[in-house]
């Protein structure tokens, strides 16, 4: 290895050490500090149980949403010619522009208890749903634009030629090729969604065992002075983003295997 | 006629790319499209395909008016020049495509995509995606992709444009080989005269939108309509006031009736050939000689010598 390699994958290393590996060893470390089943008492605990499976259930469905409906805005800015789709364009980087907590102040002054609209989903489930598809909206867009646009358009008319109408060109050519940064944009806008916080501790009213996310959850075991049950929880979406991504990662093997 | 295309036009925005647009491609023939770039040769295979519609004339494939007909009922087979590779899948699975949409069943697909691999000498690259090919192969299977769902007819939009020159020879004389064995009527687009002239039976030359001629290539060698045609078929030189070929100009020491004098003033030698530039009447012309008759004739820079046409030499008159 070339001396300047050598010293590049040092400084990597140790900045990824430093600012990302130790905290969350640290973080898993923490959740052990009274045993393996204090940890396994800390994320079944009632509140914090119910706290985890609607993070991750709401994350799953917003993803989903996602998958869906970003690939159909991706397609709509790409494809179509329509006057405001400069504007648009930007609208989609607003979620990731603005403070989340200002998201949140958003949506709870719209879906609030004095909605304009006449819509209340302030203290439901819904509205945490709300909030995360507000967050997390411009990912599976963000990613799968750039691949439509580069899409090769004659690949469509080819398939046109031979004998497929509209819709088989969409499921056979247009879908596969779509389907690796479809799926990356989804595990991010999970991993994205289940780490929550800013935007969803308004509408949510966080009440235990109907809207707290586990983001909340966690940050209220620290008030009551619970490191080691916060670490535990913490721990677990730590692994679950960390599944998510690897999935990901192998999905994009797989596609780049393909390509 | 395989294909009767009559009157069309077609614009893009403002500008148009057709005008009044009128040919007939004879049942079993290879027919190019041959004209410079943005002669509207691309598009006017784009309007048979059913990829572009014409503003106004009408298209008929097999005696059916196709003209409304979307691509895919129009039995028609296209390769493109950049292939149109389906990338996600394999060499079988991209030549299968029209079949598969077909829904044949899967014996009749093995079978008959097979052949087709055979065809086009890709038999042992059936498990490849398209990114492990190079470019020949890749156009090679674009076209056993649209021979499998056997089209009415077949068309090439610069088939060979984006391959290198070594290939490009080869793919050429390997078409019109496979157009011998297959007879499916054929209609290639190419910005290459020598290609046209080396492959097609047919030459339809476009330019400005218009077609400016056709015939089979040595009709439109010989008898080119206008200098156009002329020029963009093979070398000119203008010789008082006629344009005529290099190769068709007779030179001499001796000063011979109806000649002109002309000042050599470079002989290249170009392996066989002999190109001898010359001053006559106060502008640049050029002689192509053989090697033999350079020669023979001891031709150095300096020297004065006498020129005249060959007898039936094609020259066409310019316009001063």
Known sequence: MAGGTAAGLGVVVMYLSLIVLIPLAAVVWRSMDDGPGYFWRSITAPDAWAALSLTIGASALVALLNLVMGTIIAWVLVRDRFPGRAVLETIIDLPFALPTIVAGLVLLALYGPQSPLGVNLAYSRVGVVLALMFVTLPFVVRTVQPVLLELDKEMEQAAASLGAGPFQTFRRIILPNLLPAMLSGTALAFTRAIAEFGSTVLISGNLPFKTQVAAVNIFSQIEGDNTTGAAAISTVLLVVALVALVTLDLLQRWGKRRG | ?320
């Open chain 2, 1 to 320: 006629m395989a294909i009767e295309v009559r009157d069309v036009n077609k614009s893009f925005g403002a500008t148009p790319v057709l005008r009044d647009v009128s040919l007939d491609v004879a049942a079993g023939s290879l027919t190019a499209l041959l004209g410079p770039s943005g002669g509207g040769k691309s598009t006017l295979l784009r309007v048979i395909a059913g990829l572009e519609q014409p503003d106004t004339g009408t298209v008929r494939i097999s005696g059916v008016d196709a003209t409304r007909l979307a691509p895919q009922r129009r039995g028609v087979g296209f390769v493109f020049q950049h292939y149109a590779a389906f990338k996600h899948l394999t060499v079988f699975r991209n030549v299968a495509f029209g079949l598969e949409v077909r829904k044949r069943p899967k014996d009749e697909i093995r079978k008959r995509v097979m052949e087709l691999l055979e065809l086009v000498h890709l038999e042992k690259l059936a498990d490849r995606y398209p990114s492990q090919l190079s470019g020949g192969q890749r156009q090679r299977m674009a076209l056993a992709r649209a021979l499998a769902v056997e089209p009415q007819v077949l068309l090439l939009d610069e088939p060979f444009g984006a391959l290198d020159a070594q290939v490009r020879k080869e793919l050429r004389t390997w078409l019109r080989r496979l157009h011998d064995e297959v007879h499916v009527t054929t209609v290639f687009v190419t910005h290459d005269q020598e290609e046209a002239i080396e492959v097609a039976d047919t030459i339809v030359l476009l330019a400005g939108g218009e077609v400016v001629q056709s015939g089979s290539p040595g009709e439109v060698y010989d008898n080119p309509a206008n200098p156009f045609v002329m020029r963009f078929l093979g070398p000119v030189t203008e010789l008082d006031g006629n344009l005529v070929r290099p190769h068709d100009v007779e030179i001499s020491q001796d000063p011979v009736e109806g000649g002109s004098s002309a000042l050599v003033s470079r002989v290249v030698k170009l392996g066989f050939e002999v190109r001898v530039e010359v001053e006559v009447g106060g502008h640049e012309a050029w002689v192509q000689v053989t090697r033999e008759q350079a020669d023979r004739l001891d031709l150095k820079p300096g020297d004065t010598v006498h020129l005249r046409p060959v007898p039936g030499a094609r020259s066409l008159v310019l316009a001063v």
